[in-house]
């Protein structure tokens, strides 16, 4: 079984920035591509960005030139720096990752962003 743990969550100021992890942990793990998502109060869970196993990435328009998604150094291992933050980026951020076969979809337990005006 695989899981996800997120960290570096928080409670910020706009403008500030924060750095989120996620990794993965358990046995044969193999990940076909990692995402982010987050979810606002009342509102769905949104894909905010994903990076593929090639390195190819996508961000959604909200929070495009300010946020990034990479892999690390770490394997089984996803970051999203986020920058310039604003109020309205607050939510709980989720990682989300399908193992190479598809078989699975793993989630992250979730980790809070709180941006203060």
């Known amino acids: 079984q695989v899981q996800l743990v997120e960290s570096g969550g928080g409670l910020v100021h706009a403008g500030d920035s924060l750095r989120l992890s996620c990794a993965a942990s358990g046995d044969n793990i193999c990940i076909a591509h990692w995402a982010w998502y987050r979810q606002a109060p009342g509102k769905e869970r949104e894909l905010v960005a994903g990076i593929t196993s090639g390195g190819s990435t996508y961000h959604a328009d909200s929070v495009k030139g300010r946020f990034a998604i990479s892999t690390g150094n770490v394997k089984n291992t996803t970051y999203l720096q986020m920058n310039s933050l604003k109020p309205e980026d607050t939510g709980v951020y989720y990682c989300?990752?399908?193992?190479?076969?598809?078989?699975?979809?793993?989630w992250g337990q979730g980790t809070q962003v709180t941006v203060s005006s």
């Open positions: 989300n990752a399908p193992d190479c076969l598809y078989e699975n979809t793993y």
